[in-house]
């Protein structure tokens, strides 16, 4: 199962979830969903986080074992 650190290093950055939802084109649901490991965004959704952050994704996304 994908997990994420995005709830974490969102709140570090003091950025709210609609804010990350617009600049990314998507709907705070989504970050809510994606927040609560309810959602795996597709690669291209992956990559815009990630550079929006200026994190690789793997530090943002990992595999739960």
């Known amino acids: 199962m994908i997990?994420?650190?995005?709830k974490k290093i969102r709140k570090?950055?003091?950025?709210t979830q609609e804010f990350i939802a617009e600049k990314l084109g998507v709907t705070r649901q989504t970050i809510i969903a994606i927040e609560n490991n309810k959602y795996n965004?597709?690669?291209e959704l992956a990559l815009k986080?990630?550079?929006f952050f200026?994190?690789?994704?793997e530090d943002i996304f990992y595999e739960e074992k």
Do not use: C, F, G, Y
């Open 12 to 15: 570090e950055k003091s950025i």
């Open 3 to 6: 997990k994420n650190n995005l």
């Open 41 to 43: 965004p597709s690669l």
């Open 54 to 57: 200026h994190k690789r994704v």
């Open 49 to 51: 986080i990630s550079a």
